[in-house]
């Protein structure tokens, strides 16, 4: 589902490692302090990744550079 906050991004600061990553789409169904990542965007956050779920990253959505 298209939401208006599909032309901006976030930027996703855990453990030490800060990337920016595009907003694709809404999820109707994740809490508000959830993002779901793509396996490429979260491998370069948490890695290995069999932890599943990471806690204490901090998003706030900015402007994608073109």
Do not use: W
């Amino acid at each position: 589902m298209k939401d208006p906050l599909c032309n901006y991004c976030l930027e996703i600061d855990y453990n030490d490692k800060i990337i920016t990553v595009p907003i694709k789409d809404r999820c109707p169904f994740c809490p508000r302090d959830q993002v779901y990542l793509s396996y490429k965007a979260f491998t370069s956050l948490q890695n290995p990744t069999d932890v599943g779920t990471v806690y204490g990253a901090t998003f706030i959505i900015v402007p994608c550079d073109e």
